[in-house]
Structure formats: C-alpha cells, structure tokens
C-alpha cells in the first residue's frame, strides 16, 4: 500500500462548480497534514496547512479525519485559476510524503 | 522567486554516465529535501537532511544514488552509471516549519 494515496483525476468541471478531493494515509503516526499546489511545468508551492479542527481560507476548506487517516480538500466557485494539480502532502515523522496528485481543470 | 536555486537546471547525459546536482536552499533553513518527479506523478521522496546530518534515505533509491551536504548548507546529488530510468525532474525543497519551498528543478535526460 502506498502511503499517501491520491484519485489522479483529472477533474473536468465548469466554472463555479464545487469539487472535492481526499487523500488517505497509511501511517497512522503522521504528524502534520498540507495542501500542496503544482502548475504544469512549475515546482509545487503550499496551498494550506490541514489543522485537525478544520480550516478556510476563502474557497478552500480543508478537513482531517485521523480515524479514518484521511483528509480532504474542498474547493467552492471554482476559477479557471484553479486549473492545476493539487498535492497532498504528509508528514510521516520528519519525511514530507507526496501523494500523486490529483488534476483539476476547471472549463469556461 | 523562492530563494531555492537549483543547477544545472536541465542535464542531458548517455547512459552510464554520473551527473552530480547542487541546491542552494534558503539560507536559515536547517532541513533540506530531494525529490524527483516524472510526469503524472507526484514529487517521490528521496533523502533529507538536518543541517549536515542525512536523516533518511528512501529505500527505493540504490546505491548508484548519494547525497552530501557538508556544511549544512547547499547539498549535491550525485547519480552514478545512470540509466533511462533515472530521467526525471529532481527538485530539492527547503524547509521552514510548516512549508516548504521547492526550486526550479533540475532535468535530466538520459539517452
């Protein structure tokens, strides 16, 4: 079992439309939690840490469920801007583990 | 501009050859990571460092893959006898808790 397990999509949505998507983890030890942003050809950037009560920023809710060693990533009225790779991201005791990725494109 | 510089940024060897990567992180950050990514998937953890000391070193990666940072500042990745295999982007990141900051990358090309 990987790790850090992902739904590679890709998400085809329009404009506005709410889209979710969740990550699991194996080790059920990890620390910290993050959302990670990639545009094609560019080097990933951080989107939003996951706090275990749940955090907003905006159109982006993140969530954390350590029972079922999940977390998820909702985005509401989504842009074109968000057209991009999402990257969850765990802390595994010190590595920072990748999952692969799930892409989103979001159409006019 | 993140303060991650990576070089060289685009590498094309033959098969069998060594390629040696530097990263340069942000300067007051004390841990330092290596990734590599090939397309469609995400960043694959490779090793990391806490200042000079290398903490972990993935189990995936053989021996033909060392890392070093001597002085607890930038880091060389070194691969040796490569092989198509290895083709791939190798981003190094440094880290300030919380985040991490990830360079350009560095791509290699093995024919």
């Not at chain 1, 439309?17 to 993050?34: E, I, L």
């Not at chain 2, 806490?50 to 001597?70: G, H, I, T, V």
Request: with cysteine; glycine share 8%.
């Amino acid at each position: 079992r990987k790790e850090v397990e992902q739904d590679p999509g890709p998400f085809n949505v329009p404009e506005g439309a709410t889209v979710a998507f969740n990550c699991t983890y194996s080790n059920s030890a990890s620390q910290s939690f993050f959302w990670y942003r990639q545009d094609c050809r560019k080097e990933p950037k951080l989107l939003m840490s996951v706090y275990s009560s749940g955090n907003e920023d905006g159109r982006f809710t993140a969530q954390l469920n350590r029972a079922s060693q999940y977390i998820s990533l909702l985005i509401r009225d989504s842009k074109l801007s968000d057209s991009a790779t999402y990257l969850c991201v765990v802390n595994d005791e010190g590595k920072l583990i990748f999952g692969q990725g799930t892409e989103l494109s979001v159409k006019p | 501009d993140t303060g991650v510089s990576q070089d060289p940024r685009h590498k094309i060897t033959k098969r069998g050859q060594n390629v040696t990567f530097r990263c340069d992180p942000i300067s007051e950050h004390n841990r330092l990571y290596w990734y590599r990514q090939t397309l469609g998937q995400g960043p694959e953890f490779l090793t990391y460092f806490q200042n000079e000391a290398q903490l972990e070193k993935s189990r995936l990666l053989s021996d033909r893959f060392s890392a070093e940072r001597p002085k607890g500042s930038f880091s060389t990745l070194e691969i040796q006898r490569t092989e198509q295999g290895d083709s791939a982007m190798y981003l190094c990141a440094s880290l300030r808790p919380g985040e991490l900051f990830f360079g350009e990358g560095s791509r290699l090309t093995v024919l």
